[in-house]
């Protein structure tokens, strides 16, 4: 069930489906043979049903009719680069970004994940003691997860590499985030919406 599509001037889309409960999902079509042996592949029902869910978020919502591949490393790309991509999974639900020439970034998760059992893992202690609310622990995790994404391993570090601006938790807004590299600093602005159960964030850059 499609919960969320976005699209902006600038060529860029969000999506956000729910995933159908004790359903076997499978893709109403393969767009190359490499997108079929990979689903194949995947080897557990959960994550073929994700695959699935997501195939079809992407040719049926946002009218992508090309090949979803992933490289060694597990990131997304379109086949015929007709768009950037980033993906997202919670239990129930999948997310897609795309752009068409920026790289992007995106995070779903539902609000009702213990946030604050990891909350110390990912946060700073200043950032503990401002994002006290459940729903500001999902979305501060989603922000950081959305730059993670776009900037790679060197932000695996969440609590020390990415840092959160102060913010409060509407139906949709943005936070401001900066990532602190060994060489390097980038800020971004990720922009979040809260869709019913579930909270989802997401960038270009």
């Given amino acids: 069930m499609l919960l969320l599509h976005h699209a902006n001037s ?21 767009f190359s043979e490499q997108e079929e042996r990979e689903y194949r592949q995947l080897g557990s029902a959960r994550r073929m049903c994700e ?4 195939l079809r978020l992407l040719h049926c919502a946002l009218g992508v009719e090309e090949a979803l591949h992933h490289h060694r490393s597990g990131k997304p790309y379109l086949a015929a680069g007709s768009h950037r991509i980033s993906i997202s999974h919670a239990r129930r639900h999948v997310a897609v970004a795309l752009h068409p020439c920026r790289e992007a970034g995106i995070d779903v998760e539902e609000i009702s ?18 994002c006290t609310a ?38 949709e807004g943005s936070v401001a985030a900066l990532f602190s590299g060994e060489n390097r ?20 850059a």
């Fill in 10 to 30: 600038d060529g860029s889309r969000i999506a956000v489906a729910a995933i159908p409960d004790g359903e076997a999902l499978v893709p109403d079509r393969f």
């Fill in 51 to 54: 695959r699935a869910a997501t």
């Fill in 134 to 171: 459940p729903v500001q622990q999902c979305v501060a995790w989603c922000a950081k997860e959305v730059v993670y994404k776009l900037v790679g391993e060197e932000a695996a570090s969440f609590a020390e590499r990415i840092r959160l601006s102060r913010f409060d938790v509407g139906e």
């Fill in 185 to 204: 600093t980038e800020s971004f602005t990720v922009r979040y919406r809260i869709v019913g159960e579930v909270a989802v964030a997401y960038a270009f």
């Fill in 113 to 130: 994940r213990n946030f604050a059992r990891i909350a110390p893992r990912y946060l700073s202690a200043d950032e503990l003691a401002r």
